[in-house]
């Protein structure tokens, strides 16, 4: 039987949506995530890349979400609107460029919408954190 630890499930969705460039490792044995970033010192950075490498069945690197995910989770997002007028506008700004800047631009005008996303967005994230948790 595995073992059990203690983990913040929200910190851990939230290192799954972390596209800062850094990579996250979740510790098996605490629960903690370690986050690792450019702009991190480096002998501090250094400091627990040495930790992390001396132990690595003890510490996960997080995989971030990809960006084909993401860009169904729009689309997923976008047919379950009611709002004709916000359903159409999504459906054209998914269809070009910068598909993910653009949604996101539509959605500020759009505040009850914009909420429901965001509850969208940690659900599908969280389903996939325990996706993760259940493989490792």
């Not at 490792?25 to 002998?43: P, R």
């Amino acid at each position: 039987m595995p073992n059990k630890i203690n983990l913040d499930i929200g910190e851990l969705v939230y290192a799954f949506q972390d596209y800062s460039g850094g990579e996250n490792f979740l510790d098996t044995k605490t629960g903690e995530i370690i986050h690792i970033s450019e702009f991190m010192d480096e002998e501090e950075k250094e400091k627990i890349s040495v930790q992390i490498e001396s132990e690595p069945k003890r510490y996960l690197l997080i995989p971030s979400e990809d960006s084909a995910e993401s860009y169904n989770d729009m689309l997923d997002f976008a047919a379950t609107l009611n709002n004709e007028d916000l359903k159409e506008k999504l459906s054209f700004v998914l269809k070009g460029k910068s598909v993910f800047r653009r949604f996101k631009d539509v959605l500020p005008n759009y505040p009850d919408e914009r909420n429901m996303w965001f509850s969208f967005k940690e659900g599908r994230t969280k389903e996939r954190v325990n996706e993760w948790l259940e493989e490792n």
